[in-house]
């Protein structure tokens, strides 16, 4: 199975600030026929169900602000909240659909400070 | 604007089967060519993938629990299904489930990201 492990587990930042929230995986899920990395980002507030916010590594869904964006590539990525608001205030989680099975990191908890 | 419910006993006996379904709306399914998967997570921990279904009824599950799930669908009743066997208290979890991205890697259209999710489902497995 590929395991993706985020870091770090819990964050704090200031509203207005930069969030930066890593994911790496222990082997690559780049695709190398179509140069795509097969990773995704998902928010997940209390009481909520998951919700996407980034697939292919970088795409950022319809709708998402565009202060969220994905970057990295093979085993290393990042999602980064440009500006943090208060509705910001939840659960990240990273997925690889490369192989199954399909698996997600452990979750990054972004609070405000 | 599709939308996916879950709906299901919320309370299963240790070692009966839990069963699940997932009604969508707002699309047919029958006319889409998506993957229906169904994830789970236990209450305050992080999220389980179970398997996913193509609209056709082509089947994905995660190797650590295939041997007591089956996931179906009825795209007639715009609708799919999820047992799972054998229950235990470890079985305890919200149950989601979602549509599924299909990808087109190489011969094989398989299971992508998962675009929508449903609410959610709590099931309890006790005595």
């Known amino acids: 199975d590929i395991v993706m492990t985020q870091s770090p587990d819990s964050l704090a930042v200031s509203l207005g600030e930069r969030a930066t929230i890593t994911c790496k995986a222990s082997?690559?899920?780049?695709?190398?026929?179509?140069?795509?990395?097969?990773l995704a980002w998902y928010q997940q507030k209390p009481r909520q169900p998951p919700k996407l916010l980034i697939y292919?590594?970088?795409t950022r869904e319809s709708g998402v602000p565009d202060r969220f964006s994905g970057s990295g590539s093979g085993t290393d990525f990042t999602l980064t909240i440009s500006s943090l608001q208060a509705e910001d205030v939840a659960v990240y989680y990273c997925q690889q659909y490369h192989t199954p099975p399909f698996t997600f990191g452990q979750g990054t908890r972004l609070e405000a400070k | 604007q599709l939308q996916l419910q879950e709906s299901g006993p919320g309370l299963v006996k240790p070692s009966e089967t839990l069963s699940l379904t997932c009604n969508v709306s707002?699309?047919?399914?029958?006319?889409?060519?998506?993957?229906w998967g169904w994830i789970r997570q236990p209450p305050g921990k992080g999220l389980e993938w179970i398997g996913s279904?193509?609209?056709?009824?082509?089947?994905f599950y995660n190797p650590s629990l295939k041997s007591r799930v089956t996931i179906s669908v009825e795209t007639s009743k715009n609708q799919f299904s999820l047992k799972l066997s054998s229950v235990t208290a470890a079985d305890t979890a919200v149950y989601y489930c979602a549509r599924v991205n299909p990808l087109d890697t190489g011969m094989l259209r398989t299971p992508g990201y998962f675009q929508d999710w449903g609410q959610g489902a709590l099931v309890t497995v006790s005595s």
């Open positions: 292919w590594a970088s």
């Open positions: 279904i193509y609209y056709s009824g082509g089947t």
């Open positions: 082997q690559s899920v780049l695709y190398r026929s179509n140069n795509k990395n097969y």
């Open positions: 707002g699309g047919s399914m029958s006319s889409s060519p998506y993957y």
